[in-house]
């Protein structure tokens, strides 16, 4: 048995998410399919399972060629899909998670229900209090209800896209070990990751995907290099001048732990000087975030303690942080970064802050016309944010901060942006750089990291696991740490 | 005492097919904000046709499609047209009381048909509970078969668990295999439905007859009681019961403070809204996380998905 | 602009009008009433001399005022429903006053216009701290506070305010003639509150188009999240869109009995702040448009009110008309952004790429 994906294309927009990707995995093989955020593995595996539909292309089972219009199809032909986020129902029982969506009678037999659960769980070593809420289960203990049910239905296939996110070192084990046995009983089994070790660990062949496009395959086990080259493309790093000597702290962490829904970090600590520049490296969802956030006042340690500029600003609110100059850019522009509906003058307008009760409507044009010209934004005025590109968004928001913010925190500057965008937008911040303001950000680029960064702080699972001088560093390296390895 | 609880049962029946109605669509993951312009056009229409063709049956019946009608529009808005369910409801809510004003003019005053009062033979001669529950009419046996029928199909059935799942989180149910848009509209009709028949139980069984604003408030009130009753049939309907209490209380004082009678018909409405309140305060909700028995109780989490759209893309 | 997208503006504000009024004439004919006889009652009813021009005036005043106030909590992201409440609460609380205080007209007057806009204020405040502090919806607070300010108004009517003798809800003894508001000529213009609503409506505009203020309630309304980035308090915003709004509904209460009852009556709102939402949602919820639509759906109401008269029609019909056109409009607009959508896909890559992790 085999399940083959020929030329499959998906755009939404502008965006070619899969760009003629062919894919064949065979039953019998655990298959990795690797690649960063953005790479378009979720969407080649949606499209696998009947979520969302191809714009072209060809997907065949064992030689059969399949339909997928609906979710629906993809439960008949046999292929399951556990999402990244477990797609349960919180409020209701376990037992009628498990249930629903499955046959056709009106008649709800729980006491049937109840039976199969416990014997598809015992299966696999799992085990449920059936009428506990869904919500009182772990991810982990989702993901192993979801796996119950879909192999219950009868799944032939099973796509995990990126199931460890969440879940215990044990649980890890534990659904590794499953999906070992499937697959030795003959399931076709595609693990989605971006975690190059858990891979590296499990699979016995992969696929790279980088921009919507498959740009390598391998069996397993092959160099981990060869894999991170793969995935962030070959890394050349041209030195920037140097650049002029730091000055003051502006920001100093001191052994913050920070908590934010699965995630703990520990005693984390990083001091940055007047015109340095900091790159956070690691795999998303690493802790990189809640540094940024802890930083610029939006999320409160709960130990530790983070001074700006000299004055202990622990625990005080995030205006608090902003009047001291700290200024955060997210990386969801349009989601809690710029608000979409109003235009670019009134964005330019919202961040001058108060000056005056009243607008002087020319005058904010004419501040907005100068922001358009400085940052070179492809817009007028009038132009409703939503309606600019990924790149001028940025370039929005950058004008947006002002010219003397003493410390920028930034998730991923250029993510989404071609390469003159982003060569642009880096132009600019070392020009703020050069006058002084510190930089501190976070990005899964490895290129930009060494390009830019005086330091590198990488991040595995909520620690800072080592700090690199990026004159210093190699590519090679930085992909090992990234992984979770230490260089030995 | 028996006469009393009698009386409350049966002038709270119309409201119980409205909260069970709503609580249905709600469930399903849509706000039919127009309940109070639904109800009042079904009752306008549910009396029209009864008056014009002599058929009760036939009233109930074009009330209900009526209800069904309006559902469906605030169904197609959200769905097809992605626009507000709150904004959509609001003005067909507003544009169907108008509407029954101009055109149940014509009835207004008359002496129409209504619902003949059938003792169940048996259930009737239970003391006590036959004397309350089972000496009434067609319309408010239909109540308790709404109650329990919601109730059973709700948490029950697997259609059920299925019109539940869209309501909660439309993308998990769709990763099932079920059509959510569809089970929106079908839910969402068979509520404004169930509405409608509220309104025809109002004008042509508790209320008797047609006139101008004949079941102002209810509508609002049935909306409050649907989260009062925690998204589930039969708290909903103790709500409403809850609500013919009150009504009933504040008829008796009538008589004792004579002057007061306005104030006092306008009375539960308020005291409803207190208790909804009273719901969401934290100290009920901490005490349903402490005592799990108490959460069927207490516990008022509306479907996550409630008044969101699902769009495939 | 192009002569495609031209037609098409002109049809959503075009079509809407004809189909609404058809429908009218359609209803006029089911009533068995002579159409066009009724739309020219209608209009000479509303329009057709000083005294009725005076009339839709005296409606448009509350309407104009609630649908000012309405614009600033929709941009803000709120449903008043609660709009009804403030109103009866300026009324009460300018009645207070009328029945309370010694002195001259015009320092009598000024205090009840203060006092409404200060009762509906506090009203709405206790809606929006229901809203910001205990996490009740505005729509269901707002309407409970709805049903308890006409409790209210009809205990104070029966009640510590009931007319020598009887009490009657018919309402409380008219106001000493210092506390009514003052008119001009026989027609009875009410100068003084038309003065005050176009003041009001070019304070909502000006606030709205051209003040830090506006900009800021426009953005917690459209984004919450990223106005708290920006550095604005959602919740002080949240909560001075519902005082704004409330004052100006309060007005419109204090003006309702200080110019047209004379005194407090048990539904004194009029159901004028509903209404005020249907002329909100018509007019795209800008305030440029409130006070035309607001004269148009004021014309409508008191034209109306000649067919019960004339043709022992029910005047509702007015009420119909006024629904059927805001109905079409809304569910046209969604049409037209609909067929945009399909031309271009532009909804959800950044959702449907593949998502952040935690």
Same mark, same amino acid.
């Given at each position: 048995?085999?399940?083959?994906?020929?030329?499959? /294309?998906?755009?939404?927009?502008?965006?070619?998410? #899969?760009?003629?990707?062919?894919?064949?995995?065979?039953?019998?093989?655990? /298959?990795?399919?690797?690649?960063? #955020?953005?790479?378009?593995?979720?969407?080649?595996?949606?499209?696998?399972?009947?979520?969302?539909?191809?714009?072209?292309?060809?997907?065949?089972?064992?030689?059969?060629?399949?339909?997928?219009?609906?979710?629906?199809?993809?439960?008949?032909?046999?292929?399951?899909?556990? /999402?990244?986020?477990?797609?349960?129902?919180?409020?209701?029982?376990?037992?009628? #998670?498990?249930?629903?969506?499955?046959?056709?009678?009106?008649?709800?037999?729980?006491?049937?229900?109840?039976?199969?659960?416990?014997?598809?769980?015992? $299966?696999?070593?799992?085990?449920?209090?059936?009428?506990?809420?869904?919500?009182?289960?772990?991810?982990?203990?989702?993901?192993?209800?979801?796996?119950?049910?879909?192999?219950?239905?009868?799944?032939?296939?099973?796509?995990?896209?990126?199931?460890?996110?969440?879940?215990?070192?044990?649980?890890?084990?534990?659904?590794?070990?499953?999906?070992?046995?499937?697959?030795?009983?003959?399931?076709?089994?595609?693990?989605?990751?971006?975690?190059?070790?858990?891979?590296?660990?499990?699979?016995?062949?992969?696929?790279?995907?980088?921009?919507?496009?498959?740009?390598?395959?391998?069996?397993?086990?092959?160099?981990?290099?060869?894999?991170?080259?793969?995935?962030?493309?070959?890394?050349?790093?041209?030195?920037?001048?140097?650049?002029?000597?730091?000055?003051?702290?502006?920001?100093?962490?001191?052994?913050?732990?920070?908590?934010?829904?699965?995630?703990?970090?520990?005693?984390?600590?990083?001091?940055?000087?007047?015109?340095?520049?900091?790159?956070?490296?690691?795999?998303?969802?690493?802790?990189?975030?809640?540094?940024? $956030?802890?930083?610029?006042?939006?999320?409160?340690?709960?130990?530790?303690?983070?001074?700006?500029?000299?004055?202990?600003?622990?625990?005080?609110?995030? $205006?608090?942080?902003?009047?001291?100059?700290?200024?955060?850019?997210?990386?969801?522009?349009?989601?809690?970064?710029?608000?979409?509906?109003?235009?670019?003058?009134?964005?330019?307008?919202?961040?001058?802050?108060?000056?005056?009760?009243?607008?002087?409507?020319?005058?904010?044009?004419?501040?907005?016309?100068?922001?358009?010209?400085?940052?070179?934004?492809?817009?007028?005025?009038?132009?409703?944010?939503?309606?600019?590109?990924?790149?001028?968004?940025?370039?929005?928001?950058?004008?947006?901060?002002?010219?003397?913010?003493?410390?920028?925190?930034?998730?991923?500057?250029?993510?989404?942006?071609?390469?003159?965008?982003?060569?642009?937008?880096?132009?600019?911040?070392?020009?703020?750089?050069?006058?002084?303001?510190?930089?501190?950000?976070?990005?899964?680029?490895?290129?930009?990291?060494?390009?830019?960064?005086? $330091?590198?702080?990488?991040?595995?699972?909520?620690?800072?696991?080592?700090?690199?001088?990026?004159?210093?560093?190699?590519?090679?390296?930085?992909? /090992?740490?990234?992984?979770?390895?230490?260089?030995? | 005492?028996?006469?009393?609880?009698?009386?409350?049962?049966?002038?709270?029946?119309?409201?119980?097919?409205?909260?069970?109605?709503? @609580?249905?669509?709600?469930?399903?993951?849509?706000?039919?904000?127009?309940?109070?312009?639904?109800?009042?056009?079904?009752?306008? @229409?549910?009396?029209?046709?009864?008056?014009? @063709?002599?058929?009760?049956?036939?009233?109930?019946?074009?009330?209900?499609?009526?209800?069904?009608?309006?559902?469906?529009?605030?169904?197609?808005?959200?769905?097809?047209?992605?626009?507000?369910?709150?904004?959509?409801?609001?003005?067909?809510?507003?544009?169907?009381?108008?509407?029954?004003?101009?055109?149940?003019?014509?009835?207004?005053?008359?002496?129409?048909?209504?619902?003949?009062?059938?003792?169940?033979?048996?259930?009737?001669?239970?003391?006590?509970?036959?004397?309350?529950?089972?000496?009434?009419?067609?319309?408010?046996?239909?109540?308790?078969?709404?109650?329990?029928?919601?109730?059973?199909?709700?948490?029950?059935?697997?259609?059920?668990?299925?019109?539940?799942?869209?309501?909660?989180?439309?993308?998990?149910?769709?990763?099932?295999?079920?059509?959510?848009?569809?089970?929106?509209?079908?839910? @969402?009709?068979?509520?404004?439905?169930?509405?409608?028949?509220?309104?025809?139980?109002?004008?042509?069984?508790?209320?008797?007859?047609?006139?101008?604003?004949?079941?102002?408030?209810?509508?609002?009130?049935?909306?409050?009681?649907?989260?009062?009753?925690?998204?589930?049939?039969?708290?909903?309907?103790?709500?409403?019961?809850?609500?013919?209490?009150?009504?009933?209380?504040?008829?008796?004082?009538?008589?004792?403070?004579?002057?007061?009678?306005?104030?006092?018909?306008?009375?539960?409405?308020?005291?409803?809204?207190?208790?909804?309140?009273?719901?969401?305060?934290?100290?009920?909700?901490?005490?349903?996380?402490?005592?799990?028995?108490?959460?069927?109780?207490?516990?008022?989490?509306?479907?996550?998905?409630?008044?969101?759209?699902?769009?495939?893309? | 602009?192009?002569?495609?997208?031209?037609?098409?503006?002109?049809?959503?504000?075009?079509?809407?009008?004809?189909?609404?009024?058809?429908?009218?004439?359609?209803?006029?004919? =089911?009533?068995?009433?002579?159409?066009?006889?009724?739309?020219?009652?209608?209009?000479?009813?509303? &329009?057709?001399?000083? !005294?009725?021009?005076?009339?839709?005036?005296?409606?448009?005043?509350?309407?104009?005022?609630?649908?000012?106030?309405?614009?600033?909590?929709? !941009?803000?992201?709120?449903?008043?429903?609660?709009?009804?409440?403030?109103?009866?609460?300026?009324?009460?609380?300018?009645?207070?006053?009328?029945?309370?205080?010694?002195?001259?007209?015009?320092?009598?007057?000024?205090?009840?216009?203060?006092?409404?806009?200060?009762?509906?204020?506090?009203?709405?405040?206790?809606?929006?701290?229901?809203?910001?502090?205990?996490?009740?919806?505005?729509?269901? *607070?707002?309407?409970?506070?709805?049903?308890?300010?006409?409790?209210?108004?009809?205990?104070?009517?029966?009640?510590?305010?009931?007319?020598?003798?009887?009490?009657?809800?018919?309402?409380?003894?008219?106001?000493?003639?210092?506390?009514?508001?003052?008119?001009?000529?026989?027609?009875?213009?009410?100068?003084?509150?038309?003065?005050?609503?176009?003041?009001?409506? &070019?304070?909502?505009?000006?606030?709205?188009?051209?003040?830090?203020?506006?900009?800021?309630?426009?953005?917690?309304?459209?984004?919450?999240?990223?106005?708290?980035?920006?550095?604005?308090?959602?919740?002080?915003?949240?909560?001075?869109?519902?005082?704004?709004?409330? *004052?100006?509904? *309060? =007005?419109?209460?204090?003006?309702?009995?200080?110019?047209?009852?004379?005194?407090?009556?048990?539904?004194?709102?009029?159901?004028?702040?509903?209404?005020?939402?249907?002329?909100?949602?018509?007019?795209?919820?800008?305030?440029?448009?409130?006070?035309?639509?607001?004269?148009?759906?004021?014309?409508?109401?008191?034209?109306?009110?000649?067919?019960?008269?004339?043709?022992?029609?029910?005047?509702?019909?007015?009420?119909? +008309?006024?629904?059927?056109?805001?109905?079409?409009?809304?569910?046209?607009?969604?049409?037209?952004?609909?067929?945009?959508?399909?031309?271009?896909? +532009?909804? *959800?890559?950044?959702?449907?790429?593949?998502?952040?992790?935690?």
């Amino acid at each position: 048995m085999s399940l083959e994906l020929q030329d499959i /294309h998906k755009s939404f927009g502008p965006v070619r998410a #899969n760009d003629g990707v062919s894919l064949s995995i065979e039953a019998g093989t655990l /298959h990795g399919l690797l690649g960063e #955020n953005g790479a378009g593995k979720s969407t080649l595996m949606k499209i696998l399972s009947g979520f969302i539909s191809a714009d072209a292309g060809r997907i065949a089972l064992d030689g059969t060629p399949l339909t997928l219009s609906s979710p629906r199809d993809g439960i008949r032909a046999g292929i399951g899909m556990l /999402h990244q986020d477990p797609l349960v129902f919180l409020p209701f029982s376990v037992l009628d #998670n498990f249930l629903i969506g499955s046959g056709r009678r009106l008649r709800l037999d729980r006491e049937a229900g109840r039976r199969a659960l416990e014997e598809t769980a015992g $299966r696999f070593g799992f085990s449920f209090y059936p009428d506990a809420p869904a919500r009182t289960l772990t991810v982990g203990e989702r993901q192993q209800l979801e796996i119950a049910r879909l192999l219950w239905l009868g799944a032939r296939v099973l796509i995990l896209d990126e199931p460890t996110t969440g879940i215990s070192a044990t649980q890890r084990t534990t659904l590794f070990e499953i999906l070992r046995s499937l697959a030795a009983e003959g399931m076709i089994v595609a693990f989605v990751s971006h975690k190059l070790e858990e891979v590296e660990e499990l699979c016995d062949r992969v696929t790279v995907m980088r921009r919507g496009r498959v740009v390598g395959e391998s069996e397993m086990p092959a160099p981990a290099e060869r894999l991170v080259e793969m995935m962030f493309g070959r890394v050349l790093v041209e030195s920037e001048p140097t650049p002029p000597p730091f000055g003051e702290p502006v920001l100093e962490v001191d052994a913050i732990t920070l908590r934010e829904r699965t995630l703990t970090t520990s005693e984390l600590s990083v001091s940055v000087r007047e015109g340095e520049i900091v790159g956070l490296a690691g795999l998303e969802g690493s802790g990189q975030r809640m540094l940024l $956030r802890a930083a610029a006042g939006l999320l409160q340690p709960e130990s530790g303690r983070v001074r700006v500029r000299g004055r202990d600003l622990t625990r005080r609110g995030y $205006r608090d942080f902003l009047r001291a100059g700290i200024h955060y850019l997210p990386a969801g522009r349009l989601e809690e970064g710029l608000v979409p509906g109003l235009t670019v003058a009134e964005h330019v307008l919202l961040a001058r802050g108060a000056m005056g009760f009243f607008i002087d409507g020319a005058a904010a044009r004419e501040d907005a016309r100068g922001a358009i010209a400085d940052y070179a934004i492809v817009g007028t005025p009038e132009s409703t944010v939503e309606s600019l590109s990924g790149g001028n968004q940025q370039r929005l928001l950058l004008a947006m901060t002002p010219p003397d913010a003493r410390l920028l925190l930034m998730e991923h500057p250029t993510r989404g942006l071609d390469i003159e965008s982003a060569d642009w937008v880096w132009t600019r911040l070392l020009e703020r750089r050069d006058r002084g303001s510190a930089i501190v950000f976070a990005s899964a680029d490895l290129d930009e990291l060494l390009r830019y960064s005086d $330091r590198i702080l990488v991040f595995f699972s909520g620690r800072a696991v080592k700090a690199l001088d990026a004159r210093e560093t190699t590519g090679e390296e930085l992909g /090992h740490l990234i992984g979770g390895k230490e260089l030995v | 005492m028996e006469a009393t609880l009698a009386t409350i049962v049966a002038s709270a029946s119309a409201l119980v097919y409205a909260v069970v109605g709503e @609580t249905i669509t709600e469930k399903a993951g849509v706000v039919n904000l127009s309940m109070e312009g639904t109800i009042m056009l079904s009752a306008m @229409t549910g009396f029209a046709v009864a008056y014009t @063709t002599g058929s009760v049956l036939l009233g109930f019946l074009a009330a209900a499609g009526v209800g069904a009608l309006i559902a469906a529009l605030v169904a197609f808005a959200s769905i097809e047209l992605r626009l507000n369910q709150i904004a959509v409801g609001f003005v067909l809510a507003l544009l169907a009381i108008e509407l029954s004003s101009f055109l149940g003019d014509p009835y207004v005053g008359q002496h129409g048909p209504s619902v003949r009062a059938v003792p169940i033979p048996l259930l009737a001669d239970i003391p006590y509970v036959g004397r309350v529950l089972f000496r009434h009419n067609l319309s408010v046996y239909g109540s308790y078969l709404a109650i329990v029928v919601g109730y059973l199909f709700v948490f029950h059935t697997r259609r059920g668990l299925e019109m539940q799942g869209v309501g909660e989180r439309a993308d998990a149910a769709f990763a099932r295999g079920i059509d959510v848009n569809r089970l929106r509209y079908l839910y @969402t009709m068979v509520g404004g439905a169930l509405a409608g028949i509220a309104g025809a139980a109002f004008s042509l069984d508790v209320k008797l007859g047609w006139r101008e604003g004949l079941t102002t408030n209810f509508g609002w009130i049935a909306l409050a009681i649907v989260i009062f009753g925690g998204w589930n049939p039969i708290r909903a309907a103790f709500g409403a019961y809850l609500f013919g209490v009150l009504a009933w209380a504040a008829l008796q004082l009538q008589p004792v403070f004579p002057s007061a009678s306005q104030i006092l018909a306008l009375l539960p409405f308020p005291l409803m809204i207190f208790a909804l309140v009273l719901v969401y305060l934290q100290l009920f909700r901490d005490l349903a996380d402490r005592h799990p028995i108490w959460r069927r109780l207490l516990s008022s989490d509306p479907p996550s998905g409630l008044g969101t759209a699902f769009h495939r893309e | 602009m192009n002569a495609h997208s031209w037609l098409a503006r002109v049809g959503t504000i075009a079509l809407p009008v004809v189909i609404a009024f058809a429908v009218a004439l359609l209803l006029l004919q =089911l009533a068995d009433a002579p159409p066009f006889e009724a739309l020219g009652l209608i209009w000479e009813g509303s &329009v057709g001399s000083a !005294a009725k021009i005076s009339d839709t005036l005296s409606a448009w005043v509350p309407l104009t005022l609630a649908a000012a106030g309405l614009v600033v909590t929709f !941009a803000a992201g709120l449903w008043n429903i609660g709009v009804e409440g403030q109103i009866v609460a300026g009324a009460v609380a300018a009645t207070w006053v009328a029945r309370e205080l010694p002195g001259p007209a015009a320092v009598l007057i000024t205090a009840m216009l203060l006092a409404g806009i200060v009762g509906g204020a506090l009203w709405a405040l206790l809606a929006g701290l229901l809203k910001t502090r205990g996490g009740v919806n505005e729509i269901f *607070g707002g309407l409970g506070l709805d049903f308890v300010a006409s409790g209210l108004a009809i205990y104070l009517i029966i009640g510590p305010w009931k007319r020598e003798g009887v009490a009657s809800t018919s309402g409380t003894d008219l106001f000493r003639p210092e506390a009514w508001m003052p008119t001009v000529g026989r027609a009875q213009f009410a100068v003084i509150p038309i003065l005050l609503t176009v003041g009001a409506v &070019v304070l909502v505009y000006v606030l709205m188009r051209g003040t830090r203020f506006g900009l800021r309630l426009k953005a917690v309304g459209k984004n919450p999240r990223s106005a708290h980035l920006l550095g604005i308090s959602t919740e002080r915003y949240t909560l001075a869109a519902f005082l704004l709004c409330g *004052g100006l509904a *309060g =007005l419109a209460g204090a003006i309702l009995v200080s110019g047209v009852f004379h005194k407090l009556v048990p539904s004194v709102s009029g159901g004028y702040g509903f209404l005020g939402i249907l002329v909100v949602l018509l007019a795209g919820y800008r305030a440029a448009w409130i006070a035309p639509i607001s004269f148009f759906f004021a014309a409508v109401a008191v034209g109306s009110t000649q067919l019960s008269l004339r043709l022992d029609l029910d005047s509702s019909l007015g009420g119909v +008309l006024q629904g059927v056109l805001v109905l079409l409009v809304i569910l046209l607009g969604g049409w037209r952004a609909r067929r945009t959508r399909r031309r271009m896909v +532009l909804m *959800g890559p950044e959702r449907l790429m593949e998502p952040e992790g935690p």
